[in-house]
């Protein structure tokens, strides 16, 4: 992946983790209520939500300092993008199901976001 390339697929990843964080959240708080507080999982759907706009968020914010810096870090936006699916997407189904087993794999995705927000920090630190 060039440079150019990383910077625009962090800003894409980011956009789409943040409209679809607004969607589900919104979904989740009107068509799937009954469901969510039958399974007493409301909160677990709403963490999984805040994360992934949060990271949404990250991503762009990766994608603007890449282009500042004219520097991208393809493995920054993976371990990002990645971690983020594997969390928000197993809690949501958690959250869904009520399959207890599928919240063993969530930690692995939030060590890959925070593996990724520590060598955010490491490349910004070096740029300046």
Known sequence: ????????????????????????????????????????????????????FYHGLGLLVIACLFKLCAQGQPAIVWLMLVGTLIFSGSLYTLALTNIGLLGAITPVGGTLMIVAWVLLVRFTWRSM
Do not use: P, W
């Open 1 to 52: 992946m060039t440079e150019s390339s990383t910077v625009k697929f962090a800003a894409l990843a980011g956009a789409i983790l943040c409209l679809t964080g607004v969607a589900f959240g919104a979904f989740g708080a009107h068509a799937l209520e009954d469901l969510l507080m039958r399974n007493q999982r409301t909160d677990v759907f709403e963490l999984a939500v805040r994360y992934q």
